[in-house]
């Protein structure tokens, strides 16, 4: 049976990505029906499209959902890269131009090799993050990790597609947080790619432009801040509830690229800020959902992909809004499952698959956790497991007889308490008091064939007085049918201690691998309070000696 805390982000997840995709349909078809009368006589000419490619996204998303956990592997990561690397090699080579770059590539129909280049640099450092971890860095490590991630970007910026690049080195930035990598490795790749973006910036004029229209569109309204003016005005007409669904007056040719780039700006006008703010919800609840995939991941490699593909999603997102918003400088890249485009849509489909693999595989535990699963608590005379109902194994890890043995010798001792106490008899017209301090003694030598009444020597009583307090101390947790089954409140301490244990200094993406010590101070210490409270008191043990 799935968890309640796997399940439930998987379906938020699925329910996020479903009315994205539903919504994104409606508003591909009432952003581009006037385009696409004009210039192909068929107002649904961009719907069909676009219902095509959800429709092979949605199958792409299936079968990578449903891989078996150990699908991908260095081996299949490096390739997966290599058949990249071939696709943007055919780009250069035979490619065509448009918008003055030459980014696609035709193979029935177009698309752009450099937005699966994020996605392969992302499952490579992956494993090689993995590595780093296993084996510390060598030589080897690093050249590997700079062909990794430079070879794409160099060839992308060949074509040129400074956006692309930026979103890419994004991902590694992501991936180096969520692998746990030193600070100074982080700060470093942020250097990096603030230096490369410079640099891009720096080297063609065009971009040196949109800067200036970000600062100050009005400056030049009819180019570089042509785009930025018309946005702001889809969102002045649309105030507070739109204009009403297929009214946009922007969509007749004012706003280019009006059923790609610029979409959310056709949301604002015929939505209104409450459409508008309504996606912006949808992607917010996508991207916690895909951080809780990510931390009920299985494993570091699990938590790594979901994490990251998540954050591919959001960040692409978030971005296209901010620049129609006249907030961030215009890159060309569409808003994620709403915009019209091929390349878009499968890549960001190609994501989901990817979380949703990761969501799938994540009862797979890893073998600590499988053994922290097997433990055994003994309460009452009864044994239980952690694993989620599961009976205890018929093997000697768990031990009901043992457990009902000690309870028949709790029982011995209750009833030896009230006949009598240690050493004398009960008085004339009295009766021991069936809360004697003693029962336990009692048991002890009633089990071993002993007269209740031997008294041991001092030596023997002194040395048992440690092994008391010892056993007192003992953890709930147990593989042996030799232990007693223990009090509540020190069981509840110790499942404390055992999640802070599992807990290391990765924050929210932690790895849960680590395998926990049951007799560790920290334990011992979380125990010792309880253990304290049952330890007899001082006049107690003199009472019981007498």
């Known amino acids: 049976m799935t968890p309640r805390r796997v399940l439930i982000p998987r379906i938020v997840f699925i329910a996020s990505v479903v009315a994205l995709l539903l919504f994104g349909l409606v508003m591909v ?18 719907f069909g499209k676009q219902l095509m490619f959800v429709a092979l996204g949605l199958v792409i998303a299936g079968v990578l959902a449903v891989l078996p956990y150990r699908a991908w592997t260095p081996l299949s990561a490096w390739g997966f890269w290599l058949v990249v690397m071939g696709l943007l090699l055919l780009t250069l080579l035979l490619g065509f131009v448009g918008l003055g770059a030459r980014r696609w590539l035709n193979v029935g129909f177009t698309f752009q090799p450099g937005e699966l280049a994020k996605i392969a640099v992302m499952l490579v450092c992956v494993f090689l993050f993995l590595e780093f971890h296993a084996r510390g860095f060598s030589k080897s490590w690093l050249i590997r990790f700079l062909v990794a991630v430079l070879g794409p970007v160099a060839l992308i910026a060949l074509q040129p597609d400074l956006g692309t690049i930026i979103f890419a080195l994004a991902g590694t930035l992501v991936m180096i947080w969520l692998g746990g990598m030193p600070r100074r490795l982080f700060f470093i790749a942020v250097s990096v790619l603030v230096v490369i973006g410079l640099i891009g910036i720096s080297l063609e004029g065009f971009r040196q432009n ?122 060309g890249k569409t808003l994620p499952f709403i915009s019209a485009g091929g ?39 009864k044994s239980k497991t952690r694993g989620g109902g599961r009976p205890a194994p018929a093997h000697g890890r768990s031990a009901p007889a043992g457990a009902r043995a000690g309870a028949a010798a709790r029982a011995g001792a209750g009833a030896v308490a009230r006949t009598a106490t240690v050493g004398r008899p009960p008085a004339a017209g009295k009766s021991a008091p069936a809360h004697s301090h003693s029962a336990p003694a009692a048991a002890r030598a009633a089990a071993a064939g002993k007269p209740a009444g031997a008294r041991k020597p001092a030596s023997a009583r002194a040395a048992a007085k440690p092994a008391v307090a010892r056993a007192g101390a003992a953890p709930a947790f147990a593989r042996s049918s030799a232990r007693p089954s223990l009090p509540r409140p020190r069981r509840e301490a110790e499942i404390l201690s055992l999640s802070a244990l599992r807990h290391d200094r990765s924050g929210l993406f932690a790895n849960r691998a680590a395998p926990v010590r049951l007799n560790s101070p920290a334990v011992n210490r979380a125990a010792a309070p309880a253990a304290n409270d049952r330890r007899p008191g001082k006049d107690q043990r003199r009472r019981a000696q007498q």
């Open 210 to 331: 949109r800067i200036a229209s970000l600062l100050d569109p009005w400056a030049d309204p009819l180019g570089s801040g042509y785009q930025a003016i018309n946005s702001f005005f889809a969102f002045g007409d649309g105030g507070l509830f739109g204009v009403g669904l297929g009214n946009s007056h922007q969509k007749y040719y004012y706003l280019p690229l009006v059923e790609n780039d610029f979409i959310f700006a056709v949301i604002g006008e015929e939505l209104g800020m409450i459409g508008a703010l309504g996606v912006v919800a949808l992607f917010a609840t996508l991207v916690f959902s895909g951080f809780f995939i990510a931390r009920n991941a299985a494993d570091a490699k699990g938590r790594m992909i979901a994490g990251t593909s998540t954050m591919l999603i959001g960040i692409q997102a978030f971005y296209n809004m901010l620049c129609v918003l006249g907030w961030a400088p215009i890159t």
């Open 343 to 381: 390349t878009s849509m499968l890549t960001s489909m190609f994501l989901v698959g990817m979380i949703l693999w990761v969501s799938l595989h994540a009862s797979e535990r890893d073998p600590y956790a499988r053994r922290r699963d097997d433990l055994v608590i003994h309460e009452g005379g």
């Open 29 to 46: 078809y009432s952003a581009s029906s006037i385009v696409a009368i004009a210039e192909y006589g068929n107002n649904s000419y961009f």
